[in-house]
């Protein structure tokens, strides 16, 4: 294995590393106060690329492999993860649907304008009654002429507000179970498309997840995407591809409250001596680092199982499960170590355990990751 980056990925990293502490960082609090990225934010994230991570160069994107993607990532994750989600959920389950599945019309149309940043990308798969149980989808799509008409309605969809393109699983064929689900390209103007309530949540303040209304939603038939009845592989395709890219994220949220709570065990004095040299803290900081160690040794490994084209089923599950769980327990140790003030607002430390929480949840629960391991595992014990 070689995690060896280019030079143009070097550059390219540490040119986001300072965006994201000169400009993005100055900008935080007013994020989490106004639950709004600034749009000069947006506008210098569009300069640097940043919304062009997953499409190929021919289609106006950086075109780079995941590894590289990966090392971007980190530098991402390690500001505001409202920030961290608008541009993870579009590069990630926004858009690589249509670059790993969309015919080469579809990707001419599509892709050229959401690498620019000029038109948003979001994936509408989760459902009331469809969460974990991804199967159990209510919203159709009836083929009538040259069209489809989706009715029914989606709900958390990251970037549901800021979207312009969506990837949107859609029932064709009740009678087929999973294999009755297909993948349409629904853009938010078309006949019959809104945008419902927008969910007030925990954390991830500037990222707005919102329900999406089908009401006799016109799509052209040739937004399907890929063949009917191949939507429910292509959801799991894509949310497995986008696993490394999101554990890459919460490596860097990790790196900087680790970063973070060194700063603070330095100069922070108790007993007359700083509280580093207290055991018990000292202690946290040494499980803190062993967690993103291994986190980083773990995404880089499968970010290269990607590129190699290798199948990464059950990696990319244990990759999500512990990416999840070392950011929840590192952020736990953060709030713990910084004592009264990590429990402020006023502070960084606050933000990032309130963010951290999702991460168990969204794109695949934790127990659903245990589920996908053990169903492979028991496959290879066969």
């Known amino acids: 294995m070689d995690f060896k980056l280019n030079d143009e990925i070097i550059m390219l990293k540490k040119s986001i590393q300072s965006f994201v502490q000169n400009e993005v960082e100055q900008v935080a609090m007013q994020i989490e106060e106004e639950d709004k990225i600034p749009e000069r934010i947006v506008e210098m994230s569009k300069e640097l690329g940043l919304f062009g991570l997953s499409i190929p160069e021919e289609y106006g994107g950086l075109g780079i492999g995941m590894v590289g993607k990966c090392a971007l990532y980190e530098e991402i994750g390690a500001t505001h993860n409202g920030f961290t989600t608008l541009i993870g959920a579009h590069t990630g389950i926004g858009t690589v649907g249509i670059v790993e599945m969309g015919n080469e019309k579809q990707r001419k149309k599509y892709l050229p304008d959401m690498a620019a940043g000029n038109n948003i990308g979001a994936f509408a798969l989760t459902e009331p009654e469809a969460g974990s149980n991804a199967t159990n989808l209510k919203t159709t799509a009836v083929k009538k002429g040259d069209k489809y008409i989706l009715n029914g309605t989606k709900h958390y969809i990251s970037n549901a507000t800021e979207a312009d393109i969506f990837t949107v699983m859609a029932v064709t064929d009740p009678s087929k179970g999973p294999k009755g689900i297909s993948s349409f390209i629904v853009e938010k103007n078309f006949p019959g498309f809104h945008v419902g309530a927008v969910e007030k949540k925990m954390g991830l303040r500037g990222s707005h997840s919102a329900e999406i209304i089908f009401e006799d939603c016109e799509v052209p038939a040739e937004n399907l995407l890929g063949e009917e009845g191949t939507g429910y592989v292509n959801a799991l395709k894509i949310l497995t591809n986008g696993r490394a890219g999101l554990a890459a994220r919460n490596l860097g949220s990790c790196q900087k409250l680790l970063d973070l709570s060194m700063y603070y065990a330095k100069e922070r004095v108790q007993f007359n001596v700083p509280i580093i040299k207290h055991q018990a803290?000292?202690?946290?900081?040494?499980?803190?680092?062993?967690?993103?160690?291994?986190?980083?040794?773990?995404?880089?490994?499968?970010?290269?199982?990607?590129?190699?084209?290798?199948?990464?089923?059950?990696?990319?599950?244990m990759l999500k499960l512990f990416g999840s769980e070392v950011y929840n327990r590192v952020a736990d140790k953060a709030v713990q170590i910084h004592g009264g003030i990590g429990y402020i607002a006023d502070y960084p430390i606050e933000r990032f355990y309130r963010d951290a929480r999702i991460t168990r949840i969204y794109e695949g629960t934790s127990e659903i990751q245990k589920n996908i391991i053990a169903s492979q595992l028991e496959k290879e014990y066969k």
């Open 281 to 317: 803290v000292a202690h946290m900081l040494a499980e803190m680092a062993m967690d993103i160690e291994a986190l980083r040794s773990f995404t880089y490994r499968v970010a290269w199982m990607v590129d190699q084209g290798q199948k990464l089923i059950k990696e990319a599950a």
